[in-house]
């Protein structure tokens, strides 16, 4: 007989119709003798049962590890230590995006970043079955870091490049780490303790940024500008029911159109201090991160997850640091933070009636914010919603030019000096400015391509490990405004510690939230081809584990805390911020200047000083015009606004007048008191 058994034997069965259907089948059961895979079954489980014994008394050999390997893993290890060893000769400004040399050495940042990942290895070869050899291919990535030893050696410094690699290496070897676990571990957290740990970290935040901002305020270290500013229409619209109004003489939208900070004059009321500003700035700020994990809850991402997520948020720097703001303290930017990541989830998801809701509200807060809403609806057109999108985008730009070009300038007789101060390199009107490609085409591209505009991106990006850019089209939102901040003149515009920022922050938060959960569906584009590449291109996003983005986001955001956050375990990275010594010195000026001036009294100072005695009857900056006298002065040679020469410069002109005589002049502030006391102000001038 021919065919693919042979006939019938001894001991072996003949064929019948269930057996020849069995034995021709390709899953036939280890019980068919004739297809002879029986036998093979048998040696496989024998070879598998001799491979674990004992061999000659020897203990079973698993997962050999290689001399390859091994060097991997040591070269990882050596670059870890290097660059953390390296980036602690450093103090890294924000501001100017600068490395300077510091004799300040750490030794808990080398032990923590090697605890971090040393645990991580360790649970992903004991729980997560991954391989000595698999272990050396992921974190092979940290052996380039072994050039920061060089540098060391060398006594030299790749400035702020060094901290973007180091960022960068630690969250992307973390990440594949995790992604190569080839076991799912399922790691869990109940539900309830995951949100009692991220409510006491939110608090601990606010505690600290309350704290902090506090005691920069009683080191003459808080502006009149932003803080200041606000304080008084707060407190005028309580004390004289003037509207929002910062002097009596202007009117309730002079600078800015921010009618949403009148939502805060009744709780103003009962705490009518400019700590009230410091603590509701510090809450909304933490008070995002329970916003951003319940979205994450609200993603199917796991308790864990969330909470992963809402503790990387806290420890960006962006956070930190804007609460700060560079002496700025509060801007009613950061009240739009939540009602713009609340109303770009309701957009993404349909929600269409609670998105304009929320978004109204965040739009109230300022004019600018009108750049977000293009973006938003740019976002929008990429997932196909084109009408949808275009709607907003053409609205966020016809309620920018409205509100700033035509009602500003109508509503203060006067015209929206922001465009003149900060773009007048590429023209004087908003026409100008859009024409500039063309018409200014060398300083358009020379302001676009500046280098502190990569130090922007990258400090924006790194400390989440990139992971935002696994939802692009949810990321693209913020290119608009950081369009408007890289043509703009002004440095600030362009760091992280900015508050024309803020919202940046939350939309590339909400971009991590919808890539780690894999929500961001695929775009669909109209042209075959031009979809399958898109698709090749995308590919590996897909096969990123949620896992192992929220790790590698994490320890982005654990190294980056270290040297550009302003919590107590990061070095001192603000230059505006002078030596302790200098603040010793500010704070027992403060001390004594608040004493010497009485509740009722009129006074003029520079920024600094003068945001100490906004609850006077009368205070004004010197260099606010129109100009009226007042019984005291108070100026600061050494704040930051302005140069010492022009602090002594307004004090010998007072005392030439001969109507003044010096009070107060140690640690660098001078107090000038009337000789005659002026009679007191008019009951409507304020």
């Not at 991997?72 to 924000?94: K, Q, S």
């Not at 739009?336 to 109204?360: K, M, N, Q, S």
Request: aromatic share 12%; with cysteine; charged share 15%.
């Amino acid at each position: 007989m021919t065919g693919r058994h042979a006939p019938s034997r001894e001991g072996v069965p003949s064929q019948t119709p269930e057996t020849r259907n069995c034995w021709s089948s390709r899953t036939c059961k280890t019980s068919c003798l004739p297809c002879g895979r029986s036998e093979q079954r048998k040696r496989q489980i024998k070879m598998s049962k001799n491979a674990n014994k004992p061999n000659n008394g020897a203990p079973p050999v698993r997962n050999p590890i290689e001399l390859r390997h091994a060097i991997f893993v040591a070269l990882a290890v050596v670059g870890l230590i290097a660059a953390v060893m390296e980036n602690e000769g450093f103090t890294f400004e924000v501001l100017h995006h600068l490395a300077r040399a510091t004799d300040n050495q750490r030794t808990y940042p080398l032990y923590l970043m090697l605890g971090l990942h040393a645990g991580l290895w360790g649970w992903a070869l004991s729980r997560g079955g991954l391989s000595f050899g698999g272990l050396a291919r992921a974190v092979w990535p940290l052996a380039i870091l072994c050039g920061n030893g060089a540098l060391l050696l060398l006594n030299l410094s790749s400035g702020m490049l060094s901290l973007y690699a180091s960022m960068l290496l630690m969250g992307l070897c973390a990440t594949r780490v995790v992604q190569a676990c080839p076991r799912e571990t399922n790691l869990r957290l109940p539900t309830v303790a995951a949100w009692i740990l991220a409510l006491l970290a939110c608090l601990y935040f606010v505690y600290w940024m309350s704290f902090f901002l506090e005691a920069m305020h009683e080191r003459l270290l808080l502006g009149y500008s932003d803080i200041g500013l606000y304080y008084k229409r707060l407190l005028n619209s309580v004390r004289y029911g003037a509207y929002l109004q910062v002097y009596s003489e202007l009117p309730p939208f002079w600078g800015h159109f921010s009618p949403g900070l009148i939502l805060l004059v009744p709780l103003f009321a009962c705490l009518p201090t400019i700590k009230f500003l410091i603590l509701t700035q510090a809450i909304v700020l933490g008070g995002t991160s329970l916003l951003l994990m319940f979205l994450a809850r609200r993603h199917g991402l796991s308790a864990l997850s969330s909470l992963a997520l809402a503790i990387c948020y806290l420890l960006y720097p962006s956070t930190s640091q804007i609460a700060y703001n560079f002496s700025y303290g509060f801007n009613p930017n950061t009240l739009a933070l939540p009602f713009f990541v609340a109303g770009g989830y309701c957009l993404l998801e349909r929600r269409h009636v609670p998105a304009t809701i929320l978004l109204a509200l965040g739009l109230s807060m300022k004019e600018y914010l009108a750049i977000y809403i293009v973006g938003l609806g740019i976002m929008l057109a990429l997932h196909r919603r084109w009408r949808t999108g275009a709607i907003m985008a053409a609205g966020g730009v016809l309620y920018f030019v409205l509100i700033s070009f035509v009602f500003m300038p109508w509503h203060s007789q006067s015209a929206y000096d922001h465009m003149a101060r900060g773009y007048s390199t590429l023209g004087s009107s908003l026409g100008d400015v859009v024409l500039a490609p063309f018409t200014q085409t060398g300083s358009f591209f020379s302001l676009l391509f500046a280098p502190a505009n990569f130090s922007l991106v990258l400090e924006l990006l790194l400390p989440m490990g990139c992971m935002c850019l696994l939802a692009p089209r949810v990321a693209i939102a913020v290119l608009p405004v950081l369009g408007m901040s890289w043509l703009h003149q002004g440095q600030p515009f362009k760091c992280i510690a900015f508050h024309y920022h803020v919202c940046t922050m939350g939309i590339l938060f909400l971009a991590l939230i919808r890539g780690i959960s894999r929500r961001d569906e695929p775009l669909a584009l109209p042209w075959q081809r031009l979809q399958a590449r898109y698709d090749r291109s995308c590919a590996w996003i897909r096969r990123i584990k949620p896992g192992a983005a929220i790790t590698g986001a994490l320890i982005a955001a654990v190294y980056a805390s270290l040297f550009l956050s302003l919590f107590p375990w990061a070095k001192q990275n603000v230059g505006i911020v002078p030596p302790n010594n200098q603040l010793m010195q500010n704070y027992l000026a403060r001390r004594d200047i608040v004493q010497l001036i009485p509740a009722d009294a009129t006074v003029t100072g520079d920024g600094r000083s003068i945001c100490q005695f906004l609850d006077r009857r009368l205070s004004r900056r010197f260099q606010f015009d129109p100009y009226f006298e007042t019984d005291y002065h108070v100026y600061q040679e050494r704040f930051w606004n302005s140069n010492p020469s022009v602090v002594r410069a307004q004090v010998e002109k007072i005392m030439a007048s001969g109507a003044y005589e010096i009070i107060y002049q140690q640690h660098g502030v001078h107090v000038l008191k009337r000789i005659d006391p002026l009679p007191p102000p008019p009951g409507d001038l304020f």
